[in-house]
T-cell receptor, first 117, second 112 residues
Framework: DAGVIQSPRHEVTEMGQEVTLRCKPISGHDYLFWYRQTMMRGLELLIYFNNNVPIDDSGMPEDRFSAKMPNASFSTLKIQPSEPRDSAVYFC???????????????FGEGSWLTVV | GEDVEQSLFLSVREGDSSVINCTYTDSSSTYLYWYKQEPGAGLQLLTYIFSNMDMKQDQRLTVLLNKKDKHLSLRIADTQTGDSAIYFCASLRSGNTGKLIFGQGTTLQVKP
């Protein structure tokens, strides 16, 4: 089975440029999550979708960040304009049922390693 | 607020058992997870335990949960050099779908 697929794996960009991170969840999963990992803040949830609809975006740091899920097999996280403090690893994850009562596990992709210089 | 705490570093010798500890504050946590992250890689789910269980065993891994003390541990038997990684404890709150609260991660170093 293919896992959660993210692209690009690594990106280096200049401050002020637009960055688009992409994610393909596991087929059949109805929940999709975007997490960010930094040394200072650890792993934090940015936003999650259920059936392509954003449910909780309270973790999105500011208006420069936006996420979309146009269909069940694709999601993007966009940063415009990017800043050096956005440098982090961005993980996409997916699950069937969102975890919780169903106990369905949340599977992570390999991450997109972003450096903004 | 919700918080998950872990010790930052553990060093063991190959063949010994490793015990990684975690404490959490949210008493409504329904599921607790252990993830492994190898250098430069993503998060790999190792195991999880439902809050009404005390113990779960899966091959070399044993998870112990003390719900009263909000304490979770992961024991790795016969630790191998390939087990060297960062181990994250995470809690999932009841009714808060998908919002995993992660600990800071414990770096496990296995010496040959």
């Amino acid at each position: 089975d293919a896992g959660v697929i993210q692209s690009p794996r690594h990106e280096v960009t200049e401050m002020g440029q637009e960055v688009t991170l992409r994610c393909k969840p596991i087929s059949g999963h109805d929940y999709l999550f975007w997490y960010r990992q930094t040394m200072m803040r650890g792993l934090e949830l940015l936003i999650y979708f259920n059936n392509n609809v954003p449910i909780d975006d309270s973790g999105m740091p500011e208006d420069r960040f936006s996420a979309k899920m146009p269909n069940a097999s694709f999601s993007t996280l966009k940063i415009q304009p990017s800043e050096p403090r956005d440098s982090a690893v961005y993980f996409c994850a997916s699950s069937l049922g969102g975890g919780g009562y169903s106990g369905n596990t949340i599977y992570f992709g390999e991450g997109s390693w972003l450096t903004v210089v | 607020g919700e918080d998950v705490e872990q010790s930052l570093f553990l060093s063991v010798r190959e063949g010994d058992s490793s015990v990684i500890n975690c404490t959490y504050t949210d008493s409504s946590s329904t599921y607790l997870y252990w993830y492994k992250q190898e250098p430069g890689a993503g998060l790999q789910l190792l195991t999880y335990i439902f809050s009404n269980m005390d113990m779960k065993q899966d091959q070399r891994l044993t998870v112990l949960l003390n719900k009263k003390d909000k304490h979770l541990s992961l024991r790795i038997a016969d630790t191998q050099t390939g087990d060297s990684a960062i181990y994250f404890c995470a809690s999932l709150r009841s009714g808060n779908t998908g919002k995993l609260i992660f600990g800071q991660g414990t770096t496990l170093q296995v010496k040959p």
